[in-house]
């Protein structure tokens, strides 16, 4: 199995810039894609952006594209939501996904996920 726990969320304002973190362990996968989906109140979940293992390939949600960035250090087992530009729409709950093969941005189709972090963006 494997376990993947979220941390970094909070509250910023408007504009300002949050690190998220999804650390993992437990078994690991020669192919393997992380994701971040995020979901708000009465609101589907949504894909943000995923990264394959090598990190060669990265995919981004509309909403989010050119203010996210998603890393991963696999020496340190470790994704990253590097999330800039804030704004309140982006508040919502941030789930850290893990997947082992193929490339998908369907959260029915990621078999891990971490408990979420809440992230608030203050107007």
């Known amino acids: 199995q494997v376990q993947l726990v979220e941390s970094g969320g909070g509250l910023v304002q408007t504009g300002g810039s949050l690190r998220l973190s999804c650390a993992r362990s437990g078994r690991t996968f020669i192919f393997d894609i992380m994701a971040w989906f995020r979901q708000a109140p009465g609101k589907e979940r949504e894909f943000v952006g995923a990264i394959n293992r090598s990190g060669s390939r990265t995919d981004y949600g509309d909403a989010v594209k050119g203010r996210f960035t998603i890393t991963r250090d696999n020496a340190k087992n470790t994704m990253y939501l590097q999330m800039n530009s804030l704004k309140p729409e982006d508040t919502a709950v941030y789930y850290c996904?893990?997947?082992?093969?193929?490339?998908?941005?369907?959260?029915?189709?990621?078999?891990?996920w971490g408990q979420g972090t809440q992230v608030t963006v203050s107007s």
């Open positions: 996904a893990l997947q082992p093969g193929v490339w998908n941005m369907s959260p029915g189709e990621y078999s891990y």
